[in-house]
């Protein structure tokens, strides 16, 4: 490394290799990481309310557990990620409370209500399948302690989208009420979920910058074509139908040609006007109002340790 930081974070970024918390970073390097770390944490925290729904009313036992196994674990993922975002200079305190008063975003397909079991299926198959999509390649961002946490939460979504995947199998080769509702299930969140990869590359604002500094590896538009590549196959075994009548192999392409979601929509979901949106923020600021007592709790017994040792 020369004495040129500038020279030094080229030399690292052309290399394949790794920024590390220390080291000198662009200030819209760094700000770019802490805005998508901090909505990627947010997205796994209000994530965990469309499921949350569901666990009182989890068929089975087993279905519960699992179900709550795989709530927590979200929560896991939101922890382990502001803390990946606290290398980056800023406060938990501060990032949730960022959420809290709206100024920073979280994914739009947490703002779409839960309606039966079968959801429980589809958010594993396609919400946790479209996040794999998108987070794999964040394995290899170019900041480390990002891509480090990116490997084992990817172990796990892998885990939760198998989950989802058993469930709507089940059900679709169960009653015929069952196998409606999981086709019902497939129609209503086959479109946000091909949102979840945000805008069209031309209006993506981030996409360039964020591309050559190797934070984003693929264009928002090339992780929803092989999401879509990779459904396609998967219905066709789940006895499904996406809900899309344009879907059709393309030969020059190499791809399948498919029905965009509608991006106004999406606006509209991320600036707050979606159907769960407030529902999803008053939950969130209740629950967070109602364990401030966990975490005095935690910082007085934090304050005794520390005391205790001094003695
Ligand atoms: N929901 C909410 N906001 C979105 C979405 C979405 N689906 N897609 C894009 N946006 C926002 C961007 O955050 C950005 O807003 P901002 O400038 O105020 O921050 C704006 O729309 C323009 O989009 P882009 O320029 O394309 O933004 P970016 O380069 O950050 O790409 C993406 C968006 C692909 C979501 C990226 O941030 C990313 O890969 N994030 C990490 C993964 C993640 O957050 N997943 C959460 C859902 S998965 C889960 O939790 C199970």
Redesign the pocket.
């Known amino acids: 490394a020369g004495a040129d930081p500038t020279a030094y974070f080229t030399e690292v970024i052309d290399a394949d290799q790794k920024v590390e918390p220390r080291d000198w970073m662009p200030e819209a390097y760094r700000r770019t990481l802490i805005?998508?770390i901090a909505?990627?944490a947010h997205?796994?925290i209000i994530?965990m309310q469309p499921e949350g729904n569901w666990i009182t009313r989890a068929p089975s036992l087993k279905r519960k557990a699992i179900l709550l196994a795989k709530v927590q674990d979200e929560a896991g993922h939101g922890l382990y990620l502001y803390a990946a975002a606290e290398t980056l200079g800023v406060s938990r305190d501060d990032l949730v409370d960022l959420l809290l008063t709206g100024r920073q975003?979280y994914?739009?397909?947490f703002n779409y209500p839960t309606l039966s079991w079968a959801d429980m299926g589809t958010i594993g198959w396609l919400?946790?399948g479209a996040?794999i999509v998108?987070?794999v390649p964040?394995c290899r961002c170019s900041y480390g302690p990002y891509a480090r946490a990116m490997i084992r939460i990817c172990k796990e979504e892998s885990f939760h989208q198998r989950q989802g995947y058993e469930i709507l199998y089940t059900l679709a080769h169960g009653t015929p009420a069952q196998r409606e509702m999981a086709q019902d299930s497939v129609n209503r969140w086959w479109y946000p979920s091909l949102?979840?990869?945000?805008?069209p590359d031309q209006d993506?604002?981030?996409?360039a910058q964020?591309m050559a500094w190797k934070i984003?590896r693929f264009t928002?538009d090339e992780l929803r074509q092989r999401f879509v590549d990779m459904c396609v196959g998967q219905a066709e075994a789940l006895g499904l139908t996406l809900p899309d009548p344009a879907l059709r192999w393309n030969d020059e392409r190499g791809a399948y040609d498919f029905t965009q979601p509608d991006y106004e929509e999406?606006l509209r979901v991320?600036k707050g006007e979606g159907p769960c949106n407030r529902q999803r923020m008053e939950h969130r600021r209740q629950a967070h109002q109602e364990g401030a007592w966990v975490r005095a709790a935690a910082a007085a017994y934090a304050a005794k340790q520390a005391n205790k040792k001094e003695k």
């Open positions: 805005r998508q909505q990627h997205s796994e994530g975003k994914s739009s397909i919400v946790d996040a998108n987070q964040l949102a979840m990869f945000g805008p993506s604002t981030h996409s964020s984003k928002n999406l991320i």
